[in-house]
T-cell receptor, first 114, second 114 residues
Framework: QKEVEQNSGPLSVPEGAIASLNCTYSDRVSQSFFWYRQYSGKSPELIMSIYSNGDKEDGRFTAQLNKASQYVSLLIRDSQPSDSATYLCAVKKPASGGSYIPTFGRGTSLIVHP | GAGVSQSPSNKVTEKGKDVELRCDPISGHTALYWYRQSLGQGLEFLIYFQGNSAPDKSGLPSDRFSAERTGGSVSTLTIQRTQQEDSAVYLC????????????FGPGTRLTVT
């Protein structure tokens, strides 16, 4: 089982709809969770971080974390064509030497069509 | 403020040559990470620095790869005797500290080995 799993997609939604992106992780000691957006040919950019169970909202984005189910999701409300990108889930857990190394999922491709 | 910068943005080199890739993190960020992303693939963790020390070098693909960080700031990733399979985008990210904090990525260096 991969440490961080995402459906590769593509997930296709119409403009104005809610896009729901999901991520599961395997290690219960994981502590910090992040969503990044990566446009084709560009580097990842941070969208949101979440550290505790529940929902966290920032504009059109809502991150949801359920540690019991080892599940983190990202909802994008009122999706726009400019949201079309690959969304990466990242999970940080304690590693050797007191370090915290993030593990990234392979990403979900989102297409928002007009 | 200034984000993470990387140089060069593009590098074309002949097989067997050595290359140096540079990363300048956000000022004050103590943690620095190197990743590699091949075309259409996910992020592959290479190495992580906390200050000038590298607690985790587990991701370096071979002994041809090395990295250093001086003054708790700039880092250099060196690839010796480059091979065609080294062709990828090399991404650097920094964070305020290792534990919990968000990473911010630089624009990457696209390495092509001919």
């Amino acid at each position: 089982q991969k440490e961080v799993e995402q459906n590769s997609g593509p997930l296709s939604v119409p403009e104005g709809a809610i896009a729901s992106l999901n991520c599961t992780y395997s290690d219960r000691v994981s502590q910090s969770f992040f969503w990044y957006r990566q446009y084709s040919g560009k580097s990842p950019e941070l969208i949101m971080s979440i550290y505790s169970n529940g929902d966290k909202e920032d504009g059109r984005f809502t991150a949801q974390l359920n540690k019991a189910s080892q599940y983190v999701s990202l909802l994008i409300r009122d999706s726009q064509p400019s949201d079309s990108a690959t969304y990466l889930c990242a999970v940080k857990k304690p590693a050797s030497g007191g370090s915290y190394i993030p593990t990234f999922g392979r990403g979900t491709s989102l297409i928002v069509h007009p | 403020g200034a984000g993470v910068s990387q140089s060069p943005s593009n590098k074309v080199t002949e097989k067997g040559k050595d290359v140096e890739l540079r990363c300048d993190p956000i000022s004050g960020h103590t943690a620095l990470y190197w990743y590699r992303q091949s075309l259409g693939q996910g992020l592959e963790f290479l190495i992580y620095f906390q200050g000038n020390s590298a607690p985790d070098k587990s991701g370096l693909p071979s002994d041809r790869f090395s990295a250093e960080r001086t003054g708790g700031s700039v880092s250099t990733l060196t690839i010796q005797r480059t091979q065609q399979e080294d062709s990828a985008v090399y991404l650097c990210a920094s964070s305020l500290a290792s534990e919990g904090y968000e990473q911010y990525f630089g624009p990457g260096t696209r390495l092509t080995v001919t």
